[in-house]
């Protein structure tokens, strides 16, 4: 199992531009979760899915959207980056349990 | 109200001490848990102990322990017996709610720093 995988690892974007966030998981979860995290904070939750279909807004969804048509994937959508969107991102699932597992995550620079 | 308060933004350690990482919540809801993570340079989050707030026992995962005192809302995290290799960021973070649309919060985090 590979577990939970993000694409791109960096990704550098100019102010407007758009870019999807890939992420997979292969455990067959139900429950998926993007976070944020901005330099020496901890993780903000942007977005959460809790099945095919199904995605509600977290703490910060502002700037980003989400879609969730199959288990495995959870792709995050930024519309018109802006500086304020330098994070790094973590895409998470988790199953009936109550651990979330991690993705490695990737790091956005919007210049 | 924050959620999840850390208070101790750097912590220092001694090799094979033990060192308490401190962590305060606030919650309504009768239904929670507390987790801890640990975030090395590498970026990776890894998850390190989970604890029901009905769980009677404290949490116990090899060298890391979970000091739950629910009347004080804190869930601090031991670690014994230190290792170089704990050096790294550790975050509290609490579940509330339930099923499919539990969320977690996290804290700001403590940085561990384990001197030989």
């Known amino acids: 199992n590979a577990g939970v995988t993000q694409t791109p690892k960096f990704r550098i974007l100019k102010i407007g531009q758009s870019m999807t966030l890939q992420c997979t998981q292969d455990?067959?979860?139900?429950?998926m979760y993007w976070y944020r995290q901005d330099p020496g904070m901890g993780l903000k939750l942007i977005y959460y899915?809790?099945?095919?279909?199904?995605?509600d807004k977290g703490e910060v969804p502002n700037g980003y959207n989400v879609s969730r048509s199959t288990t495995e994937d959870f792709p995050l959508r930024l519309e018109l980056a802006a500086p304020s969107q330098t994070s790094v991102y973590f895409c998470?699932?988790?199953?009936?349990?109550?651990?979330?597992?991690f993705g490695p995550g990737t790091r956005l620079t919007v210049l | 109200a924050q959620k999840i308060t850390q208070t101790q933004p750097g912590m220092f350690v001694q090799e094979k001490e033990a060192v308490t990482l401190d962590c305060t919540y606030d919650?309504?809801?009768?239904?929670?848990?507390l987790f801890w993570y640990k975030q090395p340079s590498s970026g990776e989050m890894i998850f390190l102990i989970y604890?029901?707030?009905?769980?009677?026992q404290n949490a116990t995962e090899g060298r890391y322990s979970l000091n739950f005192q629910k009347a004080r809302k804190s869930a601090n995290l031991v670690i014994s017996a230190s290792q170089l290799g704990d050096s790294a960021m550790y975050f509290c973070?609490?579940?509330?709610?339930?099923?499919?649309?539990?969320?977690?919060?996290f804290g700001i985090g403590t940085k561990l720093q384990v001197i030989p």
């Open positions: 899915s809790v099945g095919a279909g199904i995605t």
């Open positions: 919650t309504s809801d009768p239904s929670y848990g």
């Open positions: 455990m067959n979860h139900n429950y």
């Open positions: 604890q029901g707030s009905y769980d009677q």
């Open positions: 998470a699932s988790r199953g009936s349990g109550n651990e979330q597992f």
């Open positions: 973070a609490m579940r509330e709610g339930s099923g499919g649309y539990q969320k977690v919060t």
